[in-house]
Structures are given as structure tokens and as C-alpha cells.
């Protein structure tokens, strides 16, 4: 019997180890079966009743790969002794929030973070305001992963004003992607952090994941999508309420930003501002406000932050 199996949307050399270790070492399990690597495929090549086993302890451990980015003899082994209850998603593990590529692992560091994690399963709409380095949006980014992991939702939407780039786009050279792509950057990079390249790459051509600007938002609905507001002490009144009327059936929204650092012109109030005291007390609404001891940055990042708060309020 020849069962071809596929890899698609997932780096074959992390499933199949360096050298193809860990296939090999699974391999020696099944003696009877022939286990060929080609490209992003796995053929197997046996009897029918050793090519089904096998394939059965491969579609645990595929399961176990992308729920973990990572596999190795280790859990191999406890697979084809059929040990998965402790394997998959394991008790003690509850509070990692994603495994990201290579098998990292993403989890609240702070108070506030795992603040923000417990009011995300409660609340569809979830603003997270504090000073830079506190973690917001990657753990945001990484809540959004775990939902579409999980099937909670069909889509990943990124956004944020490019409001630092003013009038000046039409001046920069490239098209439209590449004169946003420097405002989206740091959107990018969480998603990096979180899923393999490949499975990354993959999603952004099925158009699964969507990095965009806020002005793209416009006009839409957005349904079985977990949404992420980025920068949003950036938009205006108008803005942030054209961005919450996007929301439809079965979506999450995280809004995020930092008050203290508002770079809309002096005339133009932060709709994020007006948002904290128009929003208030609403049910399926909350707030989660970080402060300097959320920063997960270098250490110096809270000194930055204590000489700027000290310099405005000179009498506390």
C-alpha cells in the first residue's frame, strides 16, 4: 500500500527534523513500513494494517505540530505509545497562550497582560491602554493566533493609523504597500513571533491574515474575525467610531494605545481619549490599563518612562 501525506503549511525540515531525525526515529517503531521525504510530502510504503498504524500516529503527532510548532523523539515516542492525553494540550500548560515557531512559548508575563488575556474570554471588545514596551498588542497578536488556532474565528485583521506619515505618502517612493508597510511593521513582527514562516506566508495568500491601514476598514463588516486596533490614541472621533461599527457576528476586538503619546495635531481630540469616558459600564466592554510595571522591555524602558512622568507632573 502507498499513502502519500501532505505538509502543507508547515516548514517540513521543523516536522521532520535535521536530517530527518525524527522521522527516522519513528521509523524504527515500524519496521515494515517504508517512510519516504519528498518535499512537502511524507510516502508511506507497506502492508495496509502498518501503513495505517503509521499514519495514524503521524496525524496525532501533525496535530501536536500545530498546536506546538514543534515536535521531537521525546514526544514521538510518547505518541506511538499512545500517551496523548498529557500531550496535546496539556493541564499544566493552560496558561501559555499560543506556542509560537520553533515551539515558543507565548504567555502573559505581567499582572496586566494576564488581565487582558481573562477580559478577552469575557468581553467582545477589549480597549488595552498603556505606555509603550508593555506587551498590549504582542499579546493581543498572540490571542488572536490562539482564536484562529482554535477555530474560533475564520480571520486575523491588524490595523493601525498610518497617521505618522501625514500628507507625505503620495512623496514616498513604491507603491501603496510599500509606502504603509514601515507604519505596519510592528504588526508584522508579532506575527512572526507567533507562526512559522511558512504558515505565515500561507495565510497572507489565502488572505487569512490581513495587515492593513485603518482607512481600509471602511465600509465593511467584519465577521468571524478577531480584529486588533493598534496606535489607537492616533484616531480621530470619527475614525474610531467608523473602525467599532465594522464589528459583526462572532468577532473580537482589541483596541490598543498609548494616551501619552498622541501624535494627531493639536486641533484633533484622540478618539481613544474619548472612548475611556464614553464607554464606560457597558456590558461586553472593558478596559485593561497598563502601567511602567508592565514593561517587558530592557530596564532601562521604565526609567524612560519615570523621568518622563516625573518631568509632567513635577509636584507628585
Do not use: C, W
Not at 535535521?18 to 517503531?29: D, E, G, H, P
Not at 489565502?206 to 486596533?229: D, H, K, S
Request: glycine share 6%; net charge negative; proline share 4%.
Amino acid at each position: 500500500m502507498e499513502l502519500n501525506i501532505s505538509l502543507k503549511g508547515i516548514e517540513a525540515i521543523n516536522f521532520f527534523g535535521v536530517q530527518n531525525k525524527n522521522i527516522n526515529f519513528l521509523a524504527t517503531f515500524f519496521p515494515k513500513v517504508r517512510i519516504v521525504t519528498r518535499g512537502d510530502e511524507l510516502i508511506l510504503l507497506g502492508g495496509e494494517t502498518d501503513v495505517l498504524e503509521l499514519n495514524s500516529v503521524i496525524e496525532r503527532l501533525l496535530e501536536y505540530f500545530h498546536y506546538h510548532n514543534n515536535i521531537n523523539i521525546t514526544i514521538i515516542e510518547e505518541m506511538v505509545m499512545g500517551n496523548t492525553n498529557s500531550l496535546v494540550f496539556p493541564k499544566q500548560k493552560e496558561e501559555v497562550i499560543v506556542f509560537g515557531d520553533k515551539g515558543k512559548v507565548i504567555k502573559p508575563r505581567t499582572v496586566h497582560q494576564y488581565e487582558l488575556v481573562k477580559s478577552v474570554k469575557k468581553n467582545d471588545l477589549v480597549f488595552a491602554i498603556g505606555p509603550a514596551g508593555t506587551g498590549k498588542t504582542y499579546v493581543a497578536i498572540a490571542l488572536a493566533v490562539k482564536a484562529f488556532k482554535e477555530r474560533l474565528v475564520k480571520k486575523i485583521i491588524l490595523t493601525r493609523p498610518a497617521v505618522e506619515a501625514g500628507e507625505q505618502l503620495g512623496f514616498l517612493p513604491g507603491d501603496m504597500k510599500e509606502k504603509l508597510d514601515p507604519y505596519l511593521q510592528p504588526l508584522y513582527d508579532g506575527l512572526v513571533d507567533m507562526l512559522p514562516k511558512k504558515k505565515l506566508e500561507e495565510m497572507y495568500d489565502e488572505q487569512l491574515i490581513e495587515v492593513a491601514p485603518l482607512a481600509y476598514m471602511r465600509g465593511r463588516t467584519l465577521e468571524n474575525a478577531f480584529v486588533i486596533l493598534d496606535e489607537a490614541q492616533n484616531t480621530s472621533d470619527s475614525q474610531l467610531k467608523m473602525f467599532l461599527t465594522r464589528m459583526g457576528q462572532n468577532s473580537k476586538f482589541i483596541v490598543t494605545g498609548d494616551i501619552t503619546q498622541i501624535d494627531l495635531p493639536h486641533h484633533k481630540k484622540s478618539g481613544l481619549v474619548h472612548a475611556l469616558d464614553l464607554f464606560r459600564g457597558i456590558p461586553g466592554i472593558d478596559f485593561i490599563f497598563f502601567d511602567k510595571g508592565d514593561v517587558v522591555r530592557h530596564p532601562i524602558v521604565r526609567k524612560i518612562i519615570d523621568a518622563y512622568e516625573k518631568e509632567e507632573n513635577p509636584t507628585e
